[in-house]
């Protein structure tokens, strides 16, 4: 008799330290399929080519654990083979600075998912907290249109309201909020009004439930309770087809990765951002408890069908519209 298949669980977002001790391995342990692993917010472009230079040293000497993801039988291959699937992606489209010829040039590189802005406005779109969004510039127009010539997958969690609704109708595929809530659940300008989901779920997207305490109800205090509540409000808004988990865990980040964060484009103070050392809601200490998260939706009377959407299956299913049929990544091998 066959080995029961491996669980499918995919990370819509998750921007932990990855060199930081035990964080890789957390993955495994967890059950976790693939991820998207931010690979830059404020990095521009030398520094987010280093940055995919460490990826590659990873995956050669860090391959029992983790494997490179480009294609969705990629993360099909990373559960046969118990590893940690890395999709690198983007929570800016910064590192491009101003030449979309970079754009194909990080996807040749394995970049698969980006995000249009981080919290406040670039040459291409408006952030969730600039108070002015007029939508997408000329250039990000034509940045949406290379992206889709790409096969890349947009991401707009952190996109303000407007900038996020030109971005949606501008893409020829299915767009994504990779980590979000809904604003009706708890508001803040981070989480996205019910309409707006609707509005991506009608042209084929996802939206993935945010795990960050900060936009749950209790912020530090929200427990695992109330995240598993903010999958059900969005289950409401956009259907069980079209929900996926994000843990948004920051496993290994000390003080200094705050501090990066809440300097508007990495080098204007703007923010002071008091989290905790590393942020999770009660219940969940990381990656490793993932399974905690398929156990509740169980407990909510989830049946098994739809519990395996939500965790990993809904992501599945727009990787493979949106990536189409790309290049399979090579399995690093150590050395």
Known sequence: MNAPAHPLVIDGCNPSRWDAPGVLEHLVEGGVTA????????????????????????????????????????????????????????????PIENDLDRIEVFQMLGVRIIQLAYNVRNLIANGCFEPHDDGLSLFGVKAVQRMNDCGILIDLSHVGDRSSRHAIDESRHPVAFTHTQLREYFDTPRNKPAELVRALVERGGVV????????????????????????????????????????????????????????????????????????????????????????????????????GKVMGGNWLRLYREVWGDQPAAEPALPH
Not at 221 to 235: F, K, N, S, T, V
Not at 263 to 274: C, E, L, P, Y
């Open 208 to 307: 993935g439930a945010n795990a960050f305490p900060q936009f749950l109800p209790g912020g530090w205090d929200a427990d695992l309770a109330a995240y598993i509540d903010g999958i059900e409000r969005l289950i409401e808004v956009a259907g069980i087809d079209a929900v996926g988990i994000a843990s948004d865990f920051c496993e290994g980040h000390g003080p200094e990765f705050w501090d990066y964060l809440g300097h508007v484009h990495g080098t204007t103070a703007m923010w002071q951002i008091d989290a905790p050392l590393e942020p999770t809601v009660r219940g969940i200490r990381g990656s490793v408890d993932t399974p905690l998260i398929t156990a509740a939706l169980r407990d909510r009377g989830y049946s098994d069908d739809e519990v």
């Open 35 to 94: 991820i998207n692993a931010t690979t830059a917010i404020w990095e521009g472009y030398a520094d987010t080519l280093d940055e995919i230079a460490r990826w590659q040293q990873r995956f050669r000497t860090r391959a029992d654990l983790i494997r490179p993801v480009r294609t969705a039988d990629d993360v099909l291959r990373a559960r046969e083979e118990r590893r940690a699937g890395i999709i690198l992606g983007w929570q800016n489209v910064a």
